[in-house]
C-alpha cells in the first residue's frame, strides 16, 4: 500500500475497523468514471461514486467547498446544488484546490470520503439505489468496492437529489 497515496490506507483502515465487506482492485491509472469503468469488472457505471469538489458562496464573506457525490454517467443540476447549499453561485474547486484540499489526492483520485477531508458530503439517492458501490480511493490507480450501506453510515452524507 505505500506505492499509494496515504488516503488510500486511512480508507482501508476505516472500513476494515467497521468491520465493512470491501473489496480492492489495482489497476492502469483511470481519471474519469467512464474510463474506470471499462476496468472495473462487476461493476457498471452507475455503480460509480463519482466525487466532485466544488466551491460554494452564499455570500462576499461564505464560500466554502463541499463534495458531491452521484453515479458515474449523471451530472449535477446547478440548479438543485444552488437551492440545497443556498448559495448565490457555485463553481468546481480547480486541481490546484483539489490538491490542496485533499493533502495531494489527485483530480479523478479523489474518494467519495469528504469527512477525510473535512467537507460536507452530499450524495445522490440513485448511488444509494446500487447495494455495492465503487469508486478511486485517493489514487487514480487503487479502487475500493464496498456495500452502499456502509457508505452512509461511514460518511453520513446529506441524502438529496444533485442530478
Known amino acids: 500500500m505505500d506505492k499509494f497515496h496515504p488516503v488510500v490506507t486511512q480508507i482501508i483502515d476505516l472500513l476494515e475497523t467497521n468491520s465493512c465487506w470491501y473489496e480492492t ?6 481519471r474519469t468514471s467512464e474510463e474506470a469503468a471499462k476496468i472495473r469488472n462487476g461493476y457498471s457505471i452507475e455503480q460509480g461514486a463519482k466525487a466532485i469538489i466544488i466551491r ?8 466554502r467547498f463541499v463534495m458531491l ?11 438543485k446544488i444552488k437551492l440545497l447549499f443556498q448559495a448565490k453561485n457555485i463553481r468546481f474547486a480547480t486541481e490546484e484546490e483539489v490538491v490542496e484540499i485533499t493533502g495531494g489526492v489527485q ?5 467519495p470520503f ?8 452530499a450524495v445522490d439517492p440513485l448511488l444509494l439505489d446500487n447495494e455495492k458501490i465503487i469508486f478511486n480511493a485517493g489514487d487514480r490507480r487503487f479502487s475500493v468496492g464496498m456495500l452502499s450501506s456502509d457508505y452512509l453510515q461511514l ?8 442530478v
Open 25 to 30: 482492485f489495482e489497476h492502469e491509472p483511470v
Open 56 to 63: 460554494v458562496k452564499v455570500s462576499s464573506a461564505n464560500k
Open 69 to 79: 457525490v452521484m453515479p458515474g454517467d449523471q451530472r449535477f443540476d446547478n440548479d
Open 107 to 111: 483530480p479523478g483520485g479523489v474518494p
Open 114 to 121: 469528504g469527512n477525510l477531508f473535512d467537507l460536507e458530503v
Open 155 to 162: 460518511v453520513k452524507p446529506v441524502v438529496s437529489s444533485l
